[in-house]
Structure formats: C-alpha cells, structure tokens
C-alpha cells in the first residue's frame, strides 16, 4: 500500500513540535501552503535523483539537497515568527 505524503504532512513530520502553528499556517496562508508543496516536491524529486544512475544524478543530488535546506530554513522562520498564539 502506498502512503500518500501531503504537503501538510511532511512538514507536520518535520517539525513536529510546531504542529498548531503548522496547522493554523496551512490554513490561513497560501504563501505557506505553497512553501509546503515546494518542500514536498523537492523532497520528491531528491528521492528520485538519490536512486538515480544517470550521469547528472551527483550534481542533481547536490542541487536538491541544497534547496531542501534552504526550504526547511524558510519554513522553520515562518514557524519560529509564527509562534504559537
């Protein structure tokens, strides 16, 4: 059975200790639901490259594990200037 991983979700996985926050964010804000999905996708896509053989693969493992920091780092600050209420 295959699992499907929501936006929501994974950030939710991720930060666990900001679920009321992840919640409310994801529902109030688009601009968050979209850094949501762009985490999701770029998550998706290092998979993808990480089982890869093709002779790019290194160089897109490097570029997607990058930009995953980078979106974790946006997400965390949206959390952390969230806060809880």
Same mark, same amino acid.
């Given at each position: 059975?295959?699992?499907?991983?929501? $936006?929501? #979700?994974?950030?939710? !996985?991720? #930060? $666990? *200790?900001?679920?009321? /926050?992840?919640?409310?964010?994801?529902? !109030?804000?688009?601009?968050?639901?979209?850094?949501? !999905?762009?985490?999701?996708?770029?998550?998706?896509?290092?998979?993808?490259?990480?089982?890869? !053989?093709?002779?790019?693969?290194?160089?897109?493992?490097?570029?997607? /594990? /990058?930009?995953?920091?980078?979106?974790?780092?946006?997400?965390?600050?949206?959390?952390? *200037?969230?806060?809880? $209420?």
């Amino acid at each position: 059975m295959k699992v499907i991983y929501t $936006p929501m #979700f994974l950030i939710l !996985e991720r #930060f $666990p *200790e900001h679920a009321e /926050t992840i919640k409310r964010l994801f529902s !109030e804000s688009e601009d968050f639901q979209t850094a949501c !999905e762009d985490f999701r996708q770029c998550r998706s896509a290092l998979g993808y490259w990480n089982q890869s !053989e093709k002779a790019g693969a290194p160089a897109r493992r490097l570029e997607y /594990t /990058t930009l995953l920091r980078e979106l974790e780092q946006e997400i965390e600050q949206r959390l952390m *200037e969230a806060g809880e $209420p």
